[in-house]
């Protein structure tokens, strides 16, 4: 049997996924060594049937992982990134929501507002900063 895990990931999934990030050696958060965990380890149980993350031995920031690769769904987080990514993301989704945009010109939309490329547009790869200013540019637009 070939049982799936990131040191053998699916070569399927993984080409499947657009602009994948490395996987984080080094956390950008304390320099502390990152290894495999999984959800277990960081959320008490495992939610899925890939339920891993990467997480750093210093500081406990993690990041999950696309199913079935060994591509981390975006940048290590520690709680005020996963706190800010979680809160400042509730304009944006009113925004495409409301239908006065797609979900993807949104993107574009807020990738130019924040002057990077749309394929980096995404709240996983944000810091806490840029979740913040994402956020002031959504609430303005949706103010207007
Ligand atoms: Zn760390």
Same mark, same amino acid.
């Given at each position: 049997?070939?049982?799936?895990?990131?040191?053998?990931?699916?070569?399927?999934?993984?080409?499947?996924?657009?602009?994948?990030?490395?996987?984080?050696?080094? #956390?950008?958060? #304390?320099?502390?060594?990152?290894?495999?965990?999984?959800?277990?380890?960081?959320?008490?149980?495992?939610?899925?049937?890939?339920?891993?993350?990467?997480? #750093?031995?210093? #500081?406990?920031?993690?990041?999950?992982?696309?199913?079935? &690769?060994?591509?981390?769904?975006?940048?290590?987080?520690?709680?005020?990134?996963?706190?800010?990514?979680?809160?400042?993301?509730?304009?944006?989704?009113?925004?495409?929501?409301?239908?006065?945009?797609?979900?993807?010109?949104?993107?574009?939309?807020?990738?130019?507002?924040?002057?990077?490329?749309?394929?980096?547009?995404?709240?996983?790869?944000?810091?806490?900063?840029?979740?913040? &200013?994402?956020?002031?540019?959504?609430?303005?637009?949706?103010?207007?």
């Amino acid at each position: 049997m070939d049982i799936k895990t990131p040191s053998n990931p699916s070569r399927k999934a993984t080409a499947r996924v657009k602009n994948p990030l490395p996987a984080p050696t080094q #956390c950008h958060h #304390c320099s502390g060594l990152v290894r495999i965990g999984t959800h277990e380890e960081v959320y008490g149980r495992d939610y899925s049937d890939w339920p891993y993350v990467y997480l #750093c031995e210093g #500081c406990g920031a993690y990041v999950g992982l696309h199913p079935f &690769t060994a591509i981390p769904l975006g940048t290590l987080a520690d709680k005020r990134t996963r706190e800010a990514r979680k809160s400042c993301k509730l304009p944006f989704e009113r925004i495409w929501r409301s239908g006065r945009m797609s979900r993807t010109e949104a993107y574009k939309w807020l990738a130019d507002k924040m002057g990077i490329p749309t394929d980096e547009c995404h709240f996983g790869w944000f810091s806490a900063e840029q979740c913040q &200013t994402a956020m002031t540019h959504c609430n303005e637009w949706l103010s207007r």
